[in-house]
């Protein structure tokens, strides 16, 4: 399932669910371009979460992270959420908050990193001892 997320010259935004396959998101989304020629459109694959480029690490202090819906790299912001009552960090394009899964995979926000590195360390301190 994609959603494509249009950004109009005002800068107000519509998201818009299209239940294609990848090259007719693409095609539906050229033909829209092609009457509103002055909106931005993102294609947003909110079914198959990509993983980053190998190497990549979020920038925190820009608010750089890495989005797997639009699969690519994107600022996130502080946004009021309904659902939360609070405010949530997540991606300007497509509204995906940080608190999901594979965003804190991906962008090594999981609270648990410190003791997954932790453990991977003396495993290999174990290792090297044998
Ligand atoms: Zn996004």
Redesign the pocket.
């Known amino acids: 399932m994609f959603r494509v997320v249009i950004k109009r010259p005002d800068e107000s935004d519509k998201h818009v669910r299209v239940d294609k396959k990848s090259f007719d998101v693409l095609v539906w989304a050229r033909e829209y371009k092609s009457s509103h020629p002055s909106h931005k459109l993102?294609i947003?694959n909110v079914s198959h979460p990509k993983p980053p480029p190998l190497g990549f690490y979020p920038d925190r202090a820009k608010q750089l992270y890495w989005?797997?819906?639009?699969a690519?790299i994107?600022q996130f912001k502080r946004r009021w959420r309904k659902y939360t009552e609070r405010k949530v960090l997540g991606?300007?394009?497509?509204?995906?908050s940080a608190e999901l899964f594979f965003i804190q995979k991906y962008n090594q926000l999981f609270k648990s990193d410190g003791l997954v590195k932790e453990k991977e360390l003396r495993r290999r301190l174990r290792k090297d001892k044998e």
């Not at 989005?67 to 639009?70: D, F, L, R, T, V």
């Not at 991606?91 to 995906?96: F, M, P, T």
């Open positions: 993102f947003v989005c797997p819906y639009c690519h994107r991606c300007i394009i497509c509204g995906a």
